[in-house]
Structure formats: C-alpha cells, structure tokens
C-alpha cells in the first residue's frame, strides 16, 4: 500500500519561500511511470493543481504559479519537495501530495492526508 505524508512549517511569513516535503513508503517514485502531485485547496475555495515530478524526473508546473515554483526530488530518501516562494496571504491552503499515472495524469490514486499552511506576519 503507496503511503504520502507531507511535512513542513505550519506557517510562513509573507515574502518568504514555503518548502513542503512529501515522504512516500510502499513504492519508489522513480518506478512504474508515476507522477507525483502538489495540489492545494485555499479555504473556501476548491482543489488547486500546482505541479508534479514525474517518475523519470521531469517537471511540470501549473502556468499560473511557473515562476515561482520549483519541484524536486531525493530519489535515496524517496521524497519530493515543493518550493513555492514569495508567497502571499492567498498561499494559505491546505497543501496535498498525490499520485497520478502516466495513462491517466489527472486521476490520483493515492492521497496525502495534507498539511495547513498559512501565510501571515
């Protein structure tokens, strides 16, 4: 069973740079043509796509958030990392990690449980 957990700061001042971890266990994600998610929901408002690693390392960003967002990944430690800077108080969500497939990307299978963040002095 594929398990995501996010870690990261529970709070973030404006200007400055959020930087989430996503630990996955029950499978690599360099494996089997997977590619993994960042996925926001704002207070009130729906599920937001930000961007994903895929499994052979490409990148793929949400146009509205490009430049000021950068995925990675530790491939030894299985984890990815979302960078997300200057934010602003509009950047509070509850941020989530998920896995997609390649023959389906917008279908996630496996969901983080998420983790707040809230943007504010």
């Known amino acids: 069973q594929v398990q995501l957990q996010e870690s990261g700061p529970g709070l973030v001042k404006p200007s400055q740079t959020l930087s989430l971890t996503c630990t996955v266990s029950?499978?690599?994600?360099?494996?089997?043509?997977?590619?993994w998610n960042w996925i926001r929901q704002p207070p009130g408002k729906g599920l937001e796509w930000i961007g994903a690693i895929a499994y052979n390392g490409n990148t793929y960003y949400s146009p509205s958030l490009l430049s000021l967002t950068s995925i990675s990944r530790d491939s030894s430690k299985n984890q990815c990392t979302l960078q997300l800077s200057s934010v602003t108080p509009e950047d509070t969500a509850v941020y989530y990690c998920?896995?997609?497939?390649?023959?389906?990307?917008?279908?996630?299978?496996?969901w983080g449980q998420g983790t707040q963040v809230t943007v504010s002095s």
């Open positions: 998920a896995r997609s497939h390649w023959s389906n990307l917008e279908k996630f299978d496996f």
């Open positions: 029950g499978g690599s994600i360099t494996n089997n043509l997977h590619y």
